[in-house]
Every structure is written in structure tokens, then in C-alpha cells.
């Protein structure tokens, strides 16, 4: 929706229209139009004649033009009222509006008179009274505000909903629009033919896929676009998933367990996840559905956690199609397929590649295989890798001693090449 604004576009220069046979009076000429600089008042200037065309009598005076329809129009401003003027110079509007502003892309104007506004032809006859607190539209109808309430109209100005409601929604498709109703909702395609006291009503309603999320009675469901029932009203919330699970909702029961549920392109209703999980949330880095239950946590696959939900937390890494498991307080692998590589048994994981992980266990670190197996004894306090060179830098701190955070074989580092096997 836009919504108009009066803001015009005053002279704010004047160009030069050479020799004046009476300077006192014509200062400066641009277009049509000229400027008495003695009285800084506006009036209208004749080119073909080199002569004003009427005294300077306005405060303001501004033009829009279309010079491909060769068509001009005067907005000039009298005693701090508007009148609109044609290229002849001949009156189209009195001065009688506190603003004015023509529209050239759709030949509207828009007028206001006190706190009211309204929308005028091109000849000055109302499209829409000037009896509006407030006028939007995005060029198929327009939404009026009148008595501090809205209603909707057509381009030419029909009405198509009356001004009874206190507020109403904007959707893509008009028969869809949302209209509130004192506390209560209701759409314009269900509101029949006395709009003002629909049959229907509902506590909330939003819109979603051509489907509409209705509260009632405190609670939650959906109805398709003719009112029939898709999902009952028995939930504590229903709202749509994630942007790029279109279809796909999330639900809450009252007892706050959620699961997912999809409306497929026929109507029917699937449940992707059960509503048996505390939190369904989709991972930043991966963009995957993510679940907890409990203390668990897990990702979904057609319906089911991937690892049977036996962890308590869960990391996937693309890069080597594996996830970093947690259980309790320790870390683990597992590859692709759910099976464990490694059980959870180190306090930390860093990962090389997917078949050498560096891990720690009691602050000291080692090298474990894709198989589990140890490349390296867990006997090292500092470790340093260059990826590129794949070389692993590794360490041992004498007692007493402190951290070294310069990785220099030359001074106690021991060096390995890391082999894929």
C-alpha cells in the first residue's frame, strides 16, 4: 500500500528570459510562469506575447507537465488555498483546498481541505469525496480511513467493503484481505453480503498458503479458503515453520510438545515430526530441521531423528558428511550413515579431516583415526596444523612450564605428516 503524501515541488530557481520591458514587474521567467520579486508573489506568463497573462497573484505557483501529451497544470496557491489552473490559464479549481498535488502517472488529484482528503479528476469532479481521514491504495482499490474507521473502494471510487472496521490487512489477492471487527477477525471472502456483521468470526487469523491459521475458544487451527476445517482448533499455537519449508507448519499442544505438519498441494495433512519434542528449530549453519527432546537433541530425516535421538547434542560437518556427538560431557564421531566412528570419550574434538581427528582427554591430546583407531597417544599438551602442508605440529610441557604459542619445531615441536589411512 502507499500512501499519498502532499508534497509539491516548488520553484526554487529561476532562469533568465533575457530583456524585460518592465523589469519592476517580471524579475524572472521560467516556463509559463514569472515572479514579481517586489511583492515575491507568482502569476502567469505568456511566452508567445513576452507578457504576464494576469497579475502576480499567488504565493505559490508550481506546473506538471507531460510534455509527450503536451499537457500542463497549474497548482497556485491564493490566501494559503490551492486552485489548479489549466495551460491556458483558465481556473479547473478554486482556492479552496489547504493542499493539492497532481498525480502525472495516473492523472489523480489529490486533494485535502482540513484534516480530510480526497481524490479529484483531472477536470476537478471527485473520484473519492474529500471526507477521508486517510486514502491508501497500490493501484487496484483503494483503503479509506472514515470515523476512525477503514473500508475498502474500487479505482472509480464503488464501495467494496464499507468503513466499519478497525483495521484491514492487505493480502495479495483483495478476497483474502483480513478484517478486524471491534476484538474479532474475519476475511473479506467470508464476510457475505452485510460485511459490517460477518457470520463468522475469530479471535485471530493469518493467513498462510491459501489456507487461513484461525484462533477460537483460546485455541489454534485451519481453515481452507471456503471455511472447511484442515486442521482442528485443539492447539495452544500454530504458526508456519520456516521459509524454506513452505508447506510446512509448526504445532503446539497444549501440554507444549510440538511437531511439524505439512498441507500438501490436495489438502491432506502429514505429519513430517510427531508433536512428542520441547523445541523444532532449523540450524543456522546447515539449514537443517533440528529437534529437542529432553535432554537429547538430534537432526530429522523423513520424519525420524537421524541418530535415534540418543545424544545430547549433535553437530553435523558437511565437509566430511559426519557429525561431532555429545554424551554427557564428552564428544564422539559418527559418519554419515549414524554409526559411531568413535563413541563419546574426549572432552574435545578438532576435526582435520574425516579420517584423522585431533582429541583431547584430561588436557592432553592425541590423534584418533576414521576408524577410531590411535594414530598418536594422548600424551601431548600443545598441538599446531598447517592445512595446507597437512603437517600436524605437536607438543609436550614440561612441568612448570607454560603454553607456547609460537608452533617452532626448532624448540620442542614434533612433526607429522598426516596420512589418510
Do not use: H
Amino acid at each position: 500500500m502507499i500512501k499519498f503524501s502532499f508534497v509539491f515541488l516548488f520553484l526554487i530557481s529561476f532562469a533568465s528570459w533575457g530583456k524585460s520591458q518592465d523589469t519592476s514587474v517580471i524579475s524572472n521567467v521560467i516556463y509559463k510562469v514569472f515572479w514579481d520579486s517586489s511583492k515575491i508573489r507568482f502569476g502567469f506568463f505568456n511566452p508567445k506575447t513576452s507578457k504576464p497573462a494576469g497579475a502576480a497573484e499567488f504565493d505559490s505557483l508550481v506546473y506538471r507537465a507531460i510534455p509527450e501529451q503536451k499537457l500542463v497544470i497549474f497548482l497556485a496557491r491564493k490566501n494559503k488555498k490551492w486552485a489548479m489552473y489549466d495551460e491556458n490559464y483558465k481556473e479547473l479549481l478554486a482556492p479552496q483546498y489547504d493542499e493539492l498535488n497532481y498525480n502525472l502517472r495516473n492523472g489523480q488529484i489529490y486533494a485535502k481541505q482540513g484534516n480530510l482528503y480526497g481524490i479529484l479528476d483531472k477536470t476537478g469532479k471527485p473520484i473519492l469525496e474529500i471526507a477521508y481521514q486517510e486514502i491508501l491504495s497500490d493501484g487496484s482499490y483503494f483503503k479509506v480511513k472514515k470515523n476512525d474507521k477503514f473500508g475498502l473502494l474500487d479505482m472509480s471510487g464503488q464501495e467494496l467493503v464499507p468503513a466499519c472496521f478497525q483495521s484491514i490487512t492487505d493480502q495479495r489477492f483483495l478476497e483474502n484481505s483480513l478484517l478486524q471487527i471491534n476484538d474479532k477477525w474475519t476475511v473479506l471472502r467470508w464476510a457475505g453480503n452485510n460485511p459490517c456483521q460477518p457470520v463468522r468470526q475469530f479471535e485471530q487469523i493469518e493467513y498462510f498458503n491459501d489456507y487461513f491459521i484461525i484462533k477460537e475458544n483460546g485455541l489454534w487451527g485451519v481453515l481452507d479458503t471456503a471455511q472447511k476445517t484442515v486442521i482442528e482448533s485443539k492447539y495452544l499455537y500454530i504458526m508456519p515453520f520456516f521459509q524454506k519449508y513452505l508447506s510446512t507448519l509448526l504445532v503446539v499442544l497444549p501440554s507444549k510438545k510440538m511437531g511439524l505438519m505439512r498441507i500438501e498441494t490436495n489438502g491432506n495433512i502429514v505429519t513430517e515430526l510427531p508433536l512428542v519434542y520441547d523445541e523444532i528449530w532449523v540450524e543456522d549453519v546447515t539449514a537443517k530441521i533440528k529437534m529437542r527432546q529432553g535432554d537429547k537433541k538430534d537432526y530429522a530425516y523423513e520424519g525420524k531423528p537421524y541418530l535415534k535421538m540418543k545424544y545430547n547434542d549433535v553437530v553435523y560437518n558437511d565437509l566430511i558428511n559426519a557429525f561431532l556427538v555429545k554424551k554427557g560431557k564428552k564428544w564422539g564421531v559418527a559418519n554419515g550413515q549414524g554409526a559411531d566412528v568413535f563413541a563419546p570419550a574426549y572432552d574435545k574434538i578438532f576435526i582435520i579431516d574425516g579420517k584423522n581427528f585431533l582429541v583431547q582427554k584430561k588436557g592432553k591430546w592425541g590423534l584418533v583415526g576414521g576408524r577410531g583407531q590411535n594414530k598418536i597417544p594422548l600424551v601431548y599438551d600443545q598441538f599446531g596444523y598447517n592445512p595446507e602442508l597437512k603437517m600436524l605440529f605437536l607438543k609436550q610441557i614440561p612441568k612448570g612450564f607454560t603454553i607456547d604459542t609460537d608452533p617452532d619445531p626448532d624448540e620442542g615441536w614434533q612433526e607429522f605428516k598426516i596420512k589418510n589411512n
